[in-house]
């Protein structure tokens, strides 16, 4: 008996600990915004292998995702594959299904290989995402959209503005350096001029 009494109070904090606790859902668009990639995914396939580890030495879950609607960003068809992990413990990633389509808002870990989602994200099947969220994120993704292309333009703007500028500035040094030309040509004449009329008169006055 004298270990019992322990255990009963040495579980349920291990458990705590262990546990991923979660606040309020976060909104639609604080989630779009702070999320690396918004997109529908299928899970095709895990890999439960003993031999990945995290940091902390718990097993590693990792699950293939196939992207087939992307709300932020764009993705090439031919390149869209992801890996999501699952360190396990108290990190608060979330188990996927294989076979399974979710709305993913995902975060980038090491480096940018891998991904994952937070069980205190929004990520859900996409069965249980309201079409409120959809339309939603259609439109955050139209106006980002909208927004780069605003950006391009005025970047391509500030290209054209800046070439005109340096046209301005190199037909403005040539012509100085024309207009110097004329003035240097204009002095040699003269010079050349006066020496002959000087000779000229020195030659008639003998």
Known sequence: YKFIIPLIFIIPFYSISNACICGSKPNIIDSWETASQVFVGEVISMDTSDNIYSS????????????????????????????????????????????????????????????????CSRTDLLQNISEKEIEKLEELHEEWKDSKNKSSHLLSKQEIDRDNGLLIATNDRLNKENRIIIIISSIVIVILLTSLIILWRKKFVK
């Not at 399974?100 to 940018?112: S, V």
């Open 56 to 119: 902390y030495g718990s097993k590693v879950q990792l699950y293939t995702v196939r992207v087939l609607e992307s709300y932020k960003y764009g993705f090439n068809t031919e390149n869209n594959i992801r890996t999501f992990t699952n360190t396990g413990g108290g990190s608060c990633d979330r188990n996927f299904e294989v076979g399974k389509t979710y709305l993913i808002y995902a975060d980038t870990r090491h480096f940018a290989t891998f991904l994952s989602a937070s069980e």
